[in-house]
């Protein structure tokens, strides 16, 4: 547990190096700018590909510790560049030192900001440990929903959702209300209005360019097939413990209500702000304190439209995917999640085309055996089949 007072938080950010875990470097200088009641320090830092990046934020954050978490990009890495982290930091190599960081003793708060199923070690490792998580990788959720109510009921792990729309929801249902409904917006990614031709001939630089958001690659793709509003249906399944049939999605393409819920009584709360992962990122840090933001705010006394729409799920099929892994549960997440990963990286390499990819999670859900409770290893065993199952679908069908 942790060692810190509670006037200091001491914070690792695993996945540091990318957009979220940039967005929340930002936030927590930010934080020690403006928070007088609590001192901010980052304990600990990781990045897996990027040295350039890591070095320079070891720099900026001061951490203590510094894990690259790919062997080897340090097996390679010039004398030059090792030079440029700071004398103070240790600098350690591996993803077991990424389980080591996010279960630290000096560590009371984790920033889960690794993408995809590489983040789920550490991710538990924390939980395990009774951290305040902040869960920025839903794929955590998705593979081992089950597991992480588990374990965190039995730690006293506090999940914060830093997904925007999870956020919303926190918030919304922070009143005490109870809940009948929970509505997910979506913005509809750049296919919003495309025909299914126009996607089956989609380009990568098309599919990663989202129209209201700044992500990384592999959520980008995913926002544009509407898997990541899949991965977010099973996300909210778990992290609310609340039925498939409980939740539902709208389109939404100004991304400014990021989703609302709809209690027994009839009132309906939303939580509205611009489009900027600063801001659930700080809510998750500072729960259930509420300090003034680094973003931007909206301005509701100018006039403004807003749209809400449903889904067109012939055009978008990963979206009846999700809800039917939300319902079925077991092993149905982690086999979704690996194929959809494993077919990112087949479109982003040019070898299947964009529509393939939830063909490509829609034969791996179909071509395993369900298990509705399964150990961490069994979790794990079926990411590695459905991977290699893709990449045989991908080999047969002769792209
Ligand atoms: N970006 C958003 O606005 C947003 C919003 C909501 C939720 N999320 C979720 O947040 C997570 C991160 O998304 P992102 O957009 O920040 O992704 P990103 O920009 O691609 O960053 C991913 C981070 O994970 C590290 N990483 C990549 N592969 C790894 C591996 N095999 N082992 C360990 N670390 C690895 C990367 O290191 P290097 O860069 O050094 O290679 C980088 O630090 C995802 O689960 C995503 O769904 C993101």
């Given at each position: 547990m942790s060692s810190s007072s509670p006037l200091e938080r001491r914070v690792a950010i695993l996945g540091a190096t990318g957009s979220i875990g940039t967005a929340t470097i930002s936030v927590i200088e930010h934080l020690t700018r403006i928070d007088a009641e609590t001192t901010w320090r980052v304990h600990g830092i990781s990045g897996h590909h990027n040295l350039d990046r890591l070095a320079e934020i070891a720099g900026r954050t001061a951490a203590c510790k510094v894990v690259l978490s790919d062997p080897a990009v340090a097996a390679d890495m010039p004398d030059s560049l090792a030079?440029?982290?700071?004398a103070a930091a240790s600098l350690e190599v591996g993803p077991d030192k990424l389980v080591e960081l996010a279960a630290a003793a000096e560590v009371d708060t984790l920033v889960a900001a690794i993408v995809g199923r590489a983040g789920l070690e550490s991710t538990l490792a924390a939980i395990r440990a009774g951290k305040r998580v902040a869960i920025a990788n839903k794929e955590t959720l998705v593979v081992a929903g089950g597991l992480v109510r588990e374990m965190s009921r039995r730690s006293g792990a506090e999940l914060l959702p830093v997904d925007s729309e999870?956020?919303?929801?926190?918030?919304?249902?922070?009143?005490?209300?109870?809940?009948r409904r929970i509505i997910l917006t979506a913005s509809g990614g750049p296919f919003r209005q495309a025909t299914i031709e126009e996607m089956r001939q989609a380009t990568i630089e098309q599919a990663l360019a989202h129209p209201t958001w700044s992500m990384g690659r592999k959520i980008s793709i995913d926002s544009a097939t509407m898997m990541n509003k899949a991965l977010e249906i099973i996300e909210a399944r778990w992290l609310f413990d609340c039925p498939a049939e409980m939740i539902a999605v709208m389109i939404h393409p100004q991304s400014i209500i990021h989703?609302?819920?709809e209690m027994v009584d009839g009132s309906t709360i939303a939580q509205l702000s611009?489009?900027?992962m600063r801001l659930p990122i700080q809510h998750a840090l500072t729960h259930p304190r509420c300090l003034p933001g680094a973003t931007p705010t909206l301005d509701l006394t100018e006039p403004s439209r807003w749209s809400l729409e449903p889904v067109d799920t012939e055009r978008?099929?990963?979206?009846p995917l999700g809800?039917?892994?939300a319902s079925v549960g077991g092993t149905a997440g982690a086999v979704v999640n690996a194929a959809n990963e494993a077919a990112v990286a087949l479109f982003l390499e040019g070898r299947i085309r964009f529509t393939d990819i939830v063909t490509a999670c829609r034969i791996a859900l179909?071509?395993?055996?369900?298990e509705s409770n399964a150990t961490l290893d069994r979790l794990l065993e079926l990411d590695r089949w459905a991977r290699e199952e893709v990449l045989r679908?991908?080999?047969r069908s002769n792209f």
């Amino acid at each position: 547990m942790s060692s810190s007072s509670p006037l200091e938080r001491r914070v690792a950010i695993l996945g540091a190096t990318g957009s979220i875990g940039t967005a929340t470097i930002s936030v927590i200088e930010h934080l020690t700018r403006i928070d007088a009641e609590t001192t901010w320090r980052v304990h600990g830092i990781s990045g897996h590909h990027n040295l350039d990046r890591l070095a320079e934020i070891a720099g900026r954050t001061a951490a203590c510790k510094v894990v690259l978490s790919d062997p080897a990009v340090a097996a390679d890495m010039p004398d030059s560049l090792a030079g440029r982290f700071p004398a103070a930091a240790s600098l350690e190599v591996g993803p077991d030192k990424l389980v080591e960081l996010a279960a630290a003793a000096e560590v009371d708060t984790l920033v889960a900001a690794i993408v995809g199923r590489a983040g789920l070690e550490s991710t538990l490792a924390a939980i395990r440990a009774g951290k305040r998580v902040a869960i920025a990788n839903k794929e955590t959720l998705v593979v081992a929903g089950g597991l992480v109510r588990e374990m965190s009921r039995r730690s006293g792990a506090e999940l914060l959702p830093v997904d925007s729309e999870h956020a919303a929801i926190f918030q919304c249902l922070a009143g005490g209300g109870i809940a009948r409904r929970i509505i997910l917006t979506a913005s509809g990614g750049p296919f919003r209005q495309a025909t299914i031709e126009e996607m089956r001939q989609a380009t990568i630089e098309q599919a990663l360019a989202h129209p209201t958001w700044s992500m990384g690659r592999k959520i980008s793709i995913d926002s544009a097939t509407m898997m990541n509003k899949a991965l977010e249906i099973i996300e909210a399944r778990w992290l609310f413990d609340c039925p498939a049939e409980m939740i539902a999605v709208m389109i939404h393409p100004q991304s400014i209500i990021h989703s609302m819920v709809e209690m027994v009584d009839g009132s309906t709360i939303a939580q509205l702000s611009p489009p900027d992962m600063r801001l659930p990122i700080q809510h998750a840090l500072t729960h259930p304190r509420c300090l003034p933001g680094a973003t931007p705010t909206l301005d509701l006394t100018e006039p403004s439209r807003w749209s809400l729409e449903p889904v067109d799920t012939e055009r978008f099929p990963a979206i009846p995917l999700g809800f039917e892994v939300a319902s079925v549960g077991g092993t149905a997440g982690a086999v979704v999640n690996a194929a959809n990963e494993a077919a990112v990286a087949l479109f982003l390499e040019g070898r299947i085309r964009f529509t393939d990819i939830v063909t490509a999670c829609r034969i791996a859900l179909e071509n395993h055996h369900h298990e509705s409770n399964a150990t961490l290893d069994r979790l794990l065993e079926l990411d590695r089949w459905a991977r290699e199952e893709v990449l045989r679908w991908q080999e047969r069908s002769n792209f």
